[in-house]
């Protein structure tokens, strides 16, 4: 195949650039918006290795995507770096015709043991989740009682081994609001770009409602309080974050705020699960299974074509229609963990 055939739009017009790959529906931490330990517990039926996609179904998978007009993808989980020989994917990705970068989302503590590998296998980028700096908030919000420095010896060899690195913070309202500040000053001047991310529905076990939100514009004026801050211009087409520098020139921050605002109009990513379910937004209620198709063994042509046609017929919008309303009527219906899809 070549390196495009055609860019893939969808029903609103919206191109296919990002696909994110969960690996593993497992991780290390229990954190309440994700994976709270009540509910993943000890007894919790984790998918079985021959549930989970291959590496070569995920690279044949992600072939087609190129073809469509992906451009960068992102590994997920769960927790990412709990797959075994995950260097060795994030090679065949970068070999792929097409991809320009590839990036992993993981919660930071095992990138001491990965990150070298990781950079030589053509890893581009880390977001490391951290959503506190003082380690009582820390070990609260994980469910591990795991303190704050294993993630940032994770960043820092990320750092020394030459990945990009930026931080998420997931805000939730009476939990970890007090961080704000601190790991705005703690990242300030230090080249690692934080992000701070709205509490968001997705799933039915994070007994997320809306006030449980601290939305976008209480962060930013918290942090411009202590050190003022102005916005700039997005990077690119499609970028989730709003960004935002610090006036002193020591660097920037940038808030993913799906519920205060929303960025529907303008994204342009696909999730595919770790055993082979793709889904065209991250509020979704099902996804296609293209598992099924692959060992059932459709051929190249017809999977792309099957491909195609799924993102052509995407409509998605939900933080463009979230209301009260509309939430209370998901709510009463399933929907997808955020440790199922991926984030």
């Known amino acids: 195949m070549k390196k495009q055939e055609q860019q893939a739009y969808d029903a609103l017009f919206r191109p296919l650039k990002d696909l994110r790959i ?54 997920t989980g769960g927790e990412p770096l709990l797959r075994n020989n995950l260097p060795e994917l994030v090679k065949r990705l970068k070999e792929i015709a097409g991809i320009k970068d590839v990036a992993l989302t993981t919660n930071g503590v095992f990138l001491v043991k990965h990150a070298e590998a990781l950079k030589k296998a053509g890893l581009d980028r880390v977001n490391v989740s951290l959503d506190a700096i003082e380690d009582r908030v820390f070990r609260k919000m994980n469910g591990r009682n795991v303190p704050v420095k294993p993630v ?11 990945l990009s ?11 970890n609001e007090s961080q704000i500040v601190p790991m705005a000053r703690y990242f300030k001047g230090s080249g690692v770009i934080l992000r701070f991310i709205e509490f968001m529905d997705v799933g039915n076990t994070n007994g997320w ?58 994204c342009t990513r696909a999730r595919l699960s770790a055993d082979g379910k793709l889904f065209t937004c991250l509020f979704a ?19 792309y074509e099957h491909l195609s046609g799924i993102w052509k017929n995407r409509h998605d919008r939900y933080s463009d229609e979230r209301t009260e309303e509309t939430v209370r009527a998901k709510n009463n219906g399933p929907k997808i963990e955020m440790s199922y899809i991926g984030g």
């Not at 940032?152 to 030459?162: H, N, P």
């Not at 020139?249 to 109009?265: A, K, P, Y």
Request: charged residues 30%; aromatic residues 10%.
């Open 22 to 75: 969960s690996v593993t529906d497992q991780c290390n931490f229990r954190c309440s918006y994700c994976m709270p330990a009540e509910i993943f517990g000890p007894d919790y039926p984790f998918m079985k290795e021959d549930e989970l996609l291959s590496f070569d179904e995920i690279v044949r998978l992600a072939r087609q995507f190129a073809g469509l007009g992906v451009e960068k993808i992102r590994i």
């Open 285 to 303: 209620t099902k996804g296609e299974d293209i598992r099924g198709l692959i060992r059932d063994g459709i051929g190249e042509r017809d999977l």
């Open 152 to 162: 940032l010896k994770g960043i820092a060899r990320a750092e020394k081994a030459g």
């Open 165 to 175: 690195v930026k931080v998420n913070m997931v805000v939730k309202k009476d939990a």
């Open 209 to 266: 409602n809306f006030d449980s939100v601290v939305p976008k514009k209480e962060i930013v004026s918290e942090i411009s309080g202590e050190f003022p801050v102005e916005p700039v211009r997005a990077n690119y087409y499609g970028e989730v974050a709003d960004r935002y520098a610090y006036t002193d020139g020591e660097g920037e921050i940038g808030v993913i705020s799906s519920v205060s605002d929303s960025f529907c109009s303008s």
